[in-house]
């Protein structure tokens, strides 16, 4: 990933950080500069807003092949979480017993390192899921 965009895509992936259209309320992550529904209706009233860090597994998958820079990693589990602001948001589930995974399954969304590009000089941190009670 290019430093310009890690610096840019920085407070989303720190904070779960999405915008809010403040005519008719929708939530968006990642961040959306016009709301898709109200369209010219919405222009300058979008709203940063930081997601609420709990949700439940919506789907999930179990990665056993993975790129060099996964490897790693595997076997790992990708989830798409349906946060309790409403929206779906992709991550890995970490801390896990992969087959303790299910669909309904309360999460909540932690910071942990995401990859290393120490070649830029830079390690990469983000967020990710653990069960809710860990
Ligand atoms: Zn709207």
Redesign the pocket.
Known sequence: MSVARHWRETPGRYNLVGTK?G??G?IYFPRRSI?P??RRA?FGKMEQYMLKDHGTVFTYSVVHEASADNNNLKPYAIAMIRMDDGVLVTGQLVDVDLDKVEIGMPVRAVLRKLGDESHIATINYGYKFVPKDK
């Open positions: 259209c005519n008719c929708r709301c529904e109200c919405s």
